[in-house]
């Protein structure tokens, strides 16, 4: 039996040592927020946080996890960064597909604990490990600078075929 700290639970779980977090996180936990990409940790729609730090949980086994606390998009809106990532999403309504958003969010909820304030350079660097098939990388980066600032920067939102 191991006992994970999952969004700020213990969780017990029976699985083999090797079984990779993300599925022990989707079938045994319940949680299905967190996505399966491409299964070798390289498109990053996988991404949760163990410590705050995100890592790609389809190639790391659950016995490495250790007494490290793991954050997943259900408990990340807990947070302030990832509250205000969260908001910053839905306002700039950055989502088209939606499937590597969790990832996404993740890894931006990451980056802004770290660097309050970032770059467009700064962006680009934490979230090229992160891909989005429907190409919302400039929506992207816009609600991360939202998030960080409260401000926009550059992209106009558009309501009922008006800038707002």
């Known amino acids: 039996m191991i006992v994970l700290r999952v969004n700020g639970e213990d969780r017990q779980v029976d699985v083999p040592p090797e079984m990779p977090l993300l599925w022990v996180l989707r079938d045994v936990v319940g949680l299905t927020g967190t996505k399966f990409g491409c299964g070798i940790a390289q498109c990053g729609a996988c991404t949760v946080h163990l410590d705050g730090k995100p890592v790609r949980s389809c190639q790391l ?9 793991i954050t997943t998009i259900e408990g990340v809106g ?5 509250a205000k990532v ?9 989502v088209q597909c939606g ?4 990832g996404q969010i993740m890894s931006a909820a ?3 604990a770290r660097t309050p304030k970032p770059s467009d350079a700064d962006i680009d660097a934490a ?5 989005c098939r429907c190409g919302t990388y400039v929506r992207i980066r816009e609600a991360i600078h939202q998030a960080a600032t409260g401000e926009a920067h550059g992209l106009q939102v558009i309501v009922d075929g008006s800038p707002s």
């Open 110 to 112: 990451a980056l802004l």
């Open 99 to 102: 499937y590597c958003q969790s």
């Open 78 to 82: 807990t947070t302030p960064e990832g």
């Open 61 to 69: 086994p659950v016995s490495a996890i250790g007494d490290r606390a």
């Open 86 to 94: 969260q908001q910053a999403w839905l306002a700039l309504d950055v």
């Open 127 to 131: 979230m090229s490990g992160n891909i």
